[in-house]
């Protein structure tokens, strides 16, 4: 269960481990979304001050998927967002679940 507190606050309620307060700008900050990108098998290279590699979202041959320091945008299919959407969009999970999975990496 997902209880809104703040804007970068939420509360996790889970039955075996009780409350949990997780800091959604601590987690954007620690962690390293190219690092992501890579765990779920997306080659990137370097290009200026990002990183480009083929598209999760659909299928393509040239590289359109972009990845800075804190967000992603795909040139191909528009999908764009932060370490939070795209661990939704790949793993098709709420943001709840997304939440779940990346909080470990802190």
Do not use: M
């Not at 703040?6 to 962690?31: A, V």
């Amino acid at each position: 269960r997902l209880k809104r507190l703040t804007y970068q606050h939420y509360l996790l309620t889970n039955r075996n481990e009780g409350k949990t307060k997780i800091d959604i700008g601590l987690l954007k900050e620690r962690i390293d979304l190219k690092s992501i990108v890579g765990e779920h098998g997306i080659r990137l290279r370097k290009s200026g001050k990002s990183w480009l590699g083929l598209c999760p979202f659909h299928n393509e041959k040239n590289p359109s998927f972009s990845v800075s320091e804190k967000y992603f945008h795909c040139f191909g299919c528009q999908k764009s967002g932060d370490i939070f959407n795209f661990v939704q969009e790949v793993e098709k999970v709420d943001f709840k679940e997304a939440l779940n999975k990346l909080k470990i990496y802190v």
